[in-house]
Structures are given as structure tokens and as C-alpha cells.
């Protein structure tokens, strides 16, 4: 399975951006990059996802290399219900990827007030 | 639309009992995986069925087992309960199966301490 690369943490002021940085250099061309989030005592929570093409909805962005070995989730403006643990995560479509989802260590995410 | 549920929230056993947990997923769903979080080993994947077959299967022993039901709820066990089996164990659920392009949506889990 491909490895992602994180940051162990990152800190953010509220009310600003932040960039997340996902490294994950030995993806495969049919990887899709997936975002899940975990805040405090409860299950994570699916962010976004996208394969080559930046990716936008409600939540936040996708930013993805144009050699697709790295990609950014970018929070416009970051509140303090979005301190938490940030998983960067590579699924494919051959079967040993079937409805799993490998979760590394994660960033988490510290937003100052 | 409800979310993912999982009963019981919280359960305590002792040492060589057997659990089983419950889940039921979002209302269409037909995949559910489980997955265990203990602060030592992060979030690991158990096992994920679809239309009541195992699909998929992580790396932990045989006393981890689970089924799923024609209403694609499902329930997973453990018997002979170790301390090392106290943890979180989540449940997730997705439309069509498979991680590849679908999100899963979790569910709060069910905190297990084994004394």
C-alpha cells in the first residue's frame, strides 16, 4: 500500500487559512487522495477526496500536484471547531483496497483563538 | 438522514469474556467496515462487508469475527478478551462499497474496556 507523509502537528490563528501538507510520493495513477478528520471523542469525518484535478466543496480544498506525489488541504478560514487530527490517506482500486482505509498518524490541527 | 449508530456506546467485560457490538448503517448503505483505535496502534482496519460478504481483512487474529445482516446492519465479535483488545472500535458505512472513490461515514464508536 502507498505510505503518506504528515506533519505530527500544526498550529493555525482563527478566522485564517491553513495548509495541510500531504506527501505521498509512491501513489500509483489510479490512487484516489482522501481527507478524513477525527475531532475530539468522535469517529472521523470524511473532508474530500480527488485523484488529479483540484477539488473544492463546502468543507474546504484539495490542492494536488500536477505529478500528484503531494497534495494540500487548505482551510479558508479556520474556526476552532476544526481542531483535530487531519488524515491524509491513498485508496486504490485493487481489492486489497476494498473499503479500507489505512490511517496513518495524522496532523493534529491546533486553531488559537 | 440518521447517521452511522453504534450500540452499545460503552461496554465493560472482564478478561476471557466475549462482546459482541452492533452498528447499523446510513439508510441505503450496503458496505460496513470496522476499524480499532487504541492510542498505541492509531486506527486499524478490521474488516469490511458487503451484501453479507467479508470483503476485506486486516491483520488481527481470529477471535475478531463479524457478520452482516440482510439489512446490511452488522455486529462484530470478540471472544476471549484480552486487556489489549480495550479500545475504541468504529464502524463505518458506505453507499456502494469500497474505499477507492466513495467516502465512509463513521459512526461515535463503541468504547470498550476490558478489565
Known amino acids: 500500500d502507498a505510505k503518506t507523509t504528515q506533519p505530527n502537528s500544526m498550529e493555525s490563528n482563527e478566522e485564517e487559512p491553513v495548509h495541510l501538507p500531504c506527501n505521498h510520493s509512491t501513489i500509483s495513477g489510479t490512487d484516489y487522495i482522501h481527507w478524513y478528520r477525527q475531532l475530539p471523542s468522535q469517529g472521523p469525518e470524511y473532508v474530500i477526496h480527488g485523484l488529479t484535478s483540484n477539488v473544492n466543496n463546502r468543507m474546504a480544498s484539495l490542492a494536488i500536484a500536477e505529478d500528484r506525489k503531494s497534495s494540500t488541504l487548505i482551510l479558508h478560514r479556520a474556526t476552532l471547531r476544526d481542531a483535530a487530527v487531519y488524515y491524509c490517506i491513498l485508496t486504490g482500486p485493487s481489492s486489497s483496497n476494498t473499503g479500507k482505509l489505512i490511517f496513518g498518524q495524522g496532523t493534529t490541527l491546533q486553531v488559537k483563538p | 438522514k440518521a447517521g452511522v449508530t453504534q450500540t452499545p456506546r460503552y461496554l465493560i467485560k472482564t478478561r476471557g469474556q466475549q462482546v459482541t457490538l452492533s452498528c447499523s448503517p446510513i439508510?441505503?448503505?450496503?458496505?460496513v467496515s470496522w476499524y480499532q483505535q487504541t492510542p498505541g496502534q492509531g486506527l486499524q482496519f478490521l474488516f469490511e462487508y458487503f451484501s453479507e460478504t467479508q470483503r476485506n481483512k486486516g491483520n488481527f487474529p481470529g477471535r475478531f469475527s463479524g457478520r452482516q445482516f440482510s439489512n446490511s446492519r452488522s455486529e462484530m465479535n470478540v471472544s476471549t478478551l484480552e486487556l489489549g483488545d480495550s479500545a475504541l472500535y468504529l464502524c463505518?458505512?458506505?453507499?456502494?462499497?469500497?474505499?477507492?472513490?466513495?467516502?465512509?461515514?463513521f459512526g461515535p464508536g463503541t468504547r470498550l474496556t476490558v478489565t
Open positions: 439508510s441505503g448503505h450496503r458496505s
Open positions: 463505518a458505512s458506505s453507499l456502494v462499497g469500497g474505499a477507492v472513490s466513495y467516502e465512509q461515514y
